[in-house]
């Protein structure tokens, strides 16, 4: 398997324009993760999906974000209209359930500038 | 929710004396702890992990240890290597037959001085 794999790897825009991230999930995995990365923040999670499922999104920061997951194979973060401050590494990761705690795997990441 | 306090936030050893990284965790329910490593403009990797079933788990050069009583855990590396030089993150999730998120601490920048 070729791990998680993220689409764009970089990616520059500017204010106020749409940008969609996309994620592939290692094949048989059923909990997928959308974690941002800065400087000033470490990691945060955003949302997390399990079988398809959003089960929270308490981290997706405002309403200009959203996330979706159609199918076991594919997830979408979505902001709309982008701002300066969004400007991160975005990170998706995934597991398969085995009980009591299950390594996470991790893309490669978006670094997404905002200009 | 969980919150996980991770310190020092930078850490400069001597090749080949040890490091020692310690994280705390407010949820008395999580039970799983794992430990990141992040390379320069690279993805995290997983490189341990604890149950909260035991107390000590070792791979090598690396140890974790647990204390559940006291809520923390800790990261050891010992024989410090230059290929050691990274940013470390520890995380602490509450799992039961099902995942549920990973808090991460804030990250540990490890300098391994030649």
């Known amino acids: 398997d070729a791990g998680v794999i993220q689409s764009p790897r970089h990616e520059v825009t500017e204010m106020g324009q749409e940008v969609t991230l996309r994620c592939k999930p290692i094949?048989?995995?059923?909990?997928l993760f959308w974690y941002r990365q800065t400087m000033m923040r470490g990691l945060e999670l955003l949302i997390y999906f399990n079988n398809n499922v959003p089960i929270d999104d308490s981290g997706m920061p405002e309403d200009r974000f959203s996330a979706k997951m159609p199918n076991a194979s594919f997830s979408t973060l979505k902001i709309q209209p982008s701002e300066p401050r969004d400007s991160a590494v975005y990170f998706c990761a995934s597991s398969s359930i085995q009980g009591i705690g299950t390594e996470a795997f991790f893309g490669q990441g978006t670094r997404l500038t905002v200009v | 929710g969980e919150n996980v306090e991770q310190h020092p936030s930078t850490l400069s050893v001597q090749e080949g004396d040890s490091a020692v990284i310690k994280c705390t965790y407010s949820?008395?329910?999580?039970?799983?702890f794992p430990w990141y490593k992040q390379e320069l403009g690279k993805r995290p990797q997983l490189i341990i992990d604890i149950r909260s079933n035991v107390g000590e788990k070792k791979d090598q050069r690396i140890a974790v240890t647990l204390n559940k009583t006291a809520k923390h855990f800790s990261l050891h590396i010992t024989e410090t290597q230059p290929e050691d030089s990274a940013v470390y993150f520890c995380?602490?999730?509450?799992?039961?037959?099902?995942?549920?998120?990973?808090?991460f601490g804030t990250g540990t920048r490890l300098t391994i001085i030649p």
């Open positions: 995380a602490a999730s509450r799992t039961n037959f099902g995942n549920e998120k990973l808090t």
């Open positions: 949820d008395s329910a999580s039970n799983y």
């Open positions: 094949s048989g995995h059923n909990s």
